[in-house]
């Protein structure tokens, strides 16, 4: 069974970059077929695709976020990050680390990590 | 941005049907790829309902289905039961943003 965790700080002031590592357990990033994804959700509202990256590190960003977000992988030690610069309240929100199918559905999710923007 | 939208909020008495519509364009469902659908109970992640239109990962209940025809989806419930409560989401993929789209997301209240 495939298990997500991410892991990160839970506050993070304006202007700073916010990072989150997500831990793969149960299968291997580099298995292949499968996009690792970040997804977010400020509260109360819906869904957010972030962007994904291949184990081969090819990568794909959200328009919208792409001028301040990097996506890498650590095949070694089974994690891939999120790095978004700049951040601002707007930013706050739970990010969720997920499993991108090939035909582009979530399978396995972790359980989510607020990240709140907060001087 | 690229969306899918959804109603806010769908209602039924248990035992009853309701469905979720999940209307997208040209560069999402038009364009022939797949929806998928998520529940999501309060403080939880989202959970894969529906996969690839009308399909159901083990362990999901036959009382959930999908469908999609063109530019839009829909989910049923039937014999909607109260720990059915809960949020309700699609997504594709979407061409414009080469990644993935989700819906406005939907809530199904149990009367």
């Known amino acids: 069974q495939v298990q997500l965790q991410e892991s990160g700080p839970g506050l993070v002031k304006p202007s700073q970059s916010l990072s989150l590592t997500c831990s793969v357990s149960?299968?291997?990033?580099?298995?292949?077929?499968?996009?690792w994804s970040w997804i977010r959700q400020p509260p109360g509202k819906g869904l957010e695709w972030i962007g994904y990256i291949f184990y081969s590190g090819g990568t794909y960003y959200n328009p919208s976020l792409k001028s301040r977000l990097s996506i890498s992988v650590d095949t070694s030690n089974n994690q891939f990050s999120l790095n978004l610069n700049s951040v601002t309240a707007a930013d706050t929100a739970v990010y969720y680390c997920a499993r991108c199918t090939g035909i582009a559905s979530y399978d396995y999710w972790g359980q989510g990590a607020l990240v709140s923007v907060s001087s | 941005q690229s969306v899918l939208t959804q109603p806010p909020s769908v209602s039924g008495a248990p035992g009853q049907r309701v469905t979720i519509s999940c209307t997208g364009s040209s560069s999402n469902l038009g364009a022939g790829y797949d929806v998928h659908w998520y529940q999501q109970l309060p403080g939880t992640a989202p959970k894969l309902l529906i996969y690839?239109?009308?399909n159901r990962p083990s362990g999901v209940p036959d009382r959930f289905s999908g469908s999609k025809s063109g530019t839009s989806a829909s989910l049923a419930i039937t014999g909607l039961q109260a720990e059915d409560e809960a949020d309700y989401f699609c997504q594709s993929h979407d061409s414009r943003l080469s990644g993935s789209v989700f819906g406005t997301g939907t809530k199904v209240i149990v009367l």
């Open positions: 149960g299968g291997s990033l580099s298995s292949g077929h499968f996009y």
């Open positions: 690839g239109n009308n």
